[in-house]
């Protein structure tokens, strides 16, 4: 955003609806590289992680919160006051106004963020046609350890405030990348192999063949997880090392794609774990 701040805003104006346009739409959001930011824990979570934030807007009320003092004592980015109204507006809330809300920086889907490390363990989520699914998963790669979140295909967008409210911020505390399809991620794959790194690549399928506790996962390990309603892509199952299960005992007939991510990745800990 090339465009000087203003100090206050407090109408309806061209600048608001750019704003107001990051929320619902995507195409906007991956031109201007920007997105909103909403909550208390996110907005915390993206400054923390060095999330290039563009501007902090405020309500302007009288006695914010002490978190609210203390990132307007030393903001990380110009402060723009908003009208309550348009701040609740863009805060997409019904019981009043938000106190801070932040314009940030996509993030970059340069494979060059994944850096080697010892956790060793990524997560791909194949075309997720839900926001809150793609949040859900990203919270649970960040709580379990894992290194990074890679969206593939045609999908929701990590960037959507419903993936950033169901991630509670997870989503800035990793590298999340949104990736074409299934051979960039292998290409990535490819390489660390060709350094002596052994990664496996482990489908999760209803209908694996595989128990997911008899699998491997001490190892470097990439984790699929297909798209919630059909699965993997012919091009991800081809690609994997082994397809997996998880073992249901009551009358579903599949796992939420989230859950069966947090599974796999809740096993792939708790087998590191044991081997010390």
Not at 157 to 178: E, K, N, Q
């Amino acid at each position: 955003m090339n465009q000087k701040l203003p100090a206050r805003l407090a109408r309806r104006n061209a600048l608001f609806q750019q704003w107001q346009a990051l929320l619902t739409n995507r195409t906007k959001r991956t031109r201007t590289g920007e997105m909103l930011i909403q909550g208390v824990r996110p907005i915390s979570q993206a400054i923390a992680h060095g999330v290039e934030i563009r501007a902090l807007l405020c309500d302007g009320r009288d006695q914010p919160s002490r978190w609210a003092q203390d990132l307007l004592a030393h903001p990380p980015a110009p402060v723009v006051i908003v009208a309550p109204e348009l701040m609740a507006e863009l805060g997409e809330r019904e019981d009043g106004s938000p106190e801070l809300l932040a314009l940030a920086t996509v993030p970059s889907d340069d494979m060059q963020r994944l850096a080697p490390g010892s956790r060793r363990v990524l997560v791909a989520f194949d075309r997720p046609s839900g926001p809150g699914n793609i949040g859900s998963l990203a919270r649970s790669v960040d709580a379990l350890g894992a290194g990074g979140l890679l969206i593939t295909g045609r999908s929701a967008d990590p960037w959507d405030p419903a993936a950033i409210r169901a991630s509670t911020g997870s989503l800035f505390a990793m590298p999340v990348l949104r990736l074409p399809s299934h051979r960039d991620v292998m290409q990535w794959i490819e390489g660390r192999r060709v350094l002596g790194e052994g990664w496996t690549v482990v489908g999760l399928d209803e209908a694996g063949g595989h128990q997911l506790s008899d699998t491997d996962l001490t190892g470097p390990t990439l984790l699929v997880v297909g798209n919630e309603t059909i699965g993997m892509s012919a091009g991800w199952r081809e690609s994997c090392d082994v397809v997996a299960e998880i073992p249901m005992m009551g009358s579903a007939s599949s796992l939420n794609a989230a859950v069966a991510g947090s599974i796999a990745l809740y096993e792939t800990a708790r087998q590191r774990r044991a081997g010390g």
